[in-house]
C-alpha cells in the first residue's frame, strides 16, 4: 500500500462517484470491483517500482495505460468476465483512475514532479 493511503477512506470516497447507471451489467459488483481495482491498482505500482515495500516513492512513474491494462486483464480474469463484460470494466476502471486521482489529490498524496 502507499504510505498515508487509507484503502476504506479511499473506497468511500470513491464508490458513491461512481454511478450504477453507466455501468449496469457491472452495478451490482461495483463495490467489491473498485475494492479490487484498489489491489491491482498497488499491485501494479509495486511489480513496476511506482512505490517501494514501505509504499514510499519508488524509481518509477505511473504509466496510466500499463496501469489501466494491467488492472483490467487482472479483474476480468479473477471475475471470469467474457469479452463483453471486459470492455465494460474497462469503463469502470476508468472511473476508478478518475476518481482515484481525486482522492489522491485530496490528501495530498500525489507529488506531481515536472
Known amino acids: 500500500m502507499m504510505k498515508g493511503y487509507d484503502k476504506e477512506e479511499a473506497l468511500a470516497f470513491i464508490i458513491p462517484r461512481i454511478h450504477p447507471k453507466d455501468h449496469p451489467e457491472l452495478a451490482e459488483m461495483i463495490p467489491e470491483l473498485i475494492s479490487q481495482t484498489i489491489d491491482a ?9 511506482v512505490i517501494d515495500e ?9 504509466e496510466d495505460d500499463d ?11 479473477k471475475n471470469h468476465l467474457d469479452p463483453v463484460k ?8 476508468d ?14 498524496l500525489v507529488d506531481w514532479d515536472e
Open 41 to 49: 491498482d498497488m499491485a501494479y505500482m509495486h511489480e513496476h517500482h
Open 67 to 77: 496501469a489501466f491494462e494491467y488492472m483490467v486483464e487482472t479483474l476480468a480474469e
Open 95 to 108: 472511473d476508478y483512475m478518475d476518481y482515484q486521482q481525486e482522492y489522491l489529490e485530496s490528501k495530498g
Open 86 to 93: 471486459a470492455v465494460k470494466l474497462a469503463s469502470l476502471v
Open 54 to 62: 514501505e509504499g514510499n516513492a519508488g524509481t518509477e512513474y505511473y
